[in-house]
């Protein structure tokens, strides 16, 4: 087992005892990725704050529940992607995130993309996904999970996860070419 | 191995996810297939292009927020007993209201009607007549 895992493991432990301090901890520590990952899934910026706060204060109500045969990133995933596609299925007019010019301060470019029209290109793609699939995806490229991993997430099997990726991948790559 | 059941294993080789038994044969018939050659290579470019989309930072209040509403919600995250421990706890408080009320209702009860006095009053007590008769 990875070290941040048996981490996260023992700050769970601390935080079902009510120490607000380790659960603060397990915020800081998936905020970020939860946050990022919302934002690509609703593609609106506030939409994506709402539903990781939800998230995040599900998680610490939920967390008597956890069993540690999945790791808590892994659970806190799950959680805020049954949020998130309960909000989609809601059909909640959103805004396209490329349509709306993101303040500098809130991106944080790990390199310069290639270019505007790239990123936008690729964004679109993505929209072109459905919900689920556009999650696998995500999950898979941009969190590292593995396919059991995701599975554990959207509650389906592996070789499902397996096929829902293969039809993402085809889609992504058609968008692409265009 | 058909291009389309190698397809699908393609994916899974371009997320670095285990293929399985089959790898030998798709390894064959990637060297066979240039179209599915191709198509890796492809989907391994859409994988790094999908990895260079930049990373949204939340914002700094987010925090906090969570944090306000955990303390609002604070005991449901206590860990509740499980169910097993909770039974036994029950059933123990339980057989200790019982030996409560026992002590209790000995300790208030006249001496005379305790049963255990009873029997040690007898003891003591002189031998009636029919008794000394019997012996």
């Known amino acids: ?178 | 191995m058909k291009c389309e059941t190698a397809r699908i294993l393609l994916v899974s080789l371009a997320d670095h996810e285990p293929v399985g038994p089959r790898a030998g044969e798709l390894t064959r018939h990637l060297e066979q297939c240039a179209e599915c050659r191709t198509l890796l290579e492809a989907l391994k470019r859409d994988r790094e292009i999908l990895r260079e989309l930049p990373v949204m930072k939340p914002p700094d209040r987010l925090l906090g927020w969570v944090m306000t509403q955990v303390r609002q919600a604070e005991p449901a995250a206590r860990p509740a007993l499980p169910r097993l421990l909770r039974v036994a706890a029950i059933i123990l408080l339980f057989l200790a209201g019982i030996a409560l009320g026992v002590v209790i209702g000995y300790t208030i009860s006249p001496k005379e009607s305790r049963p255990i006095d009873r029997i040690a009053v007898l003891m003591m007590s002189e031998p009636t007549e029919n008794q000394s008769e019997v012996q």
């Open chain 1, 1 to 178: 087992m990875e070290a941040g895992v048996i981490d996260d493991i023992r700050l769970v432990e601390q935080a079902r005892q009510g120490e607000l301090p380790a659960f603060e901890e397990l915020v800081r520590r998936y905020q970020g990725p939860l946050y990022g990952y919302l934002c690509r899934m609703c593609r609106n910026p506030d939409t994506a704050e709402e539903l990781a706060q939800i998230a995040l204060t599900k998680a610490w109500t939920g967390l008597a529940g956890f069993r540690a045969e999945a790791s808590f990133k892994t659970w806190l995933f799950r959680i805020a992607t049954n949020c998130c596609l309960n909000e989609l299925t809601r059909n909640r007019p959103h805004e396209p995130l490329t349509d709306r010019e993101p303040s500098p301060e809130r991106w944080e470019p790990v390199q310069a993309f290639r270019n505007r029209d790239d990123f936008e290109r690729v964004n679109h793609a993505l929209a072109e996904l459905s919900a689920d699939q556009r999650s696998a995806l995500l999950l898979s490229v941009h969190e590292d999970m593995s396919y059991a991993e995701i599975a554990r997430v959207l509650g389906r099997s592996v070789n499902s996860v397996n096929a829902l990726l293969y039809r993402a991948r085809l889609t992504l790559r058609q968008a692409l070419n265009r």
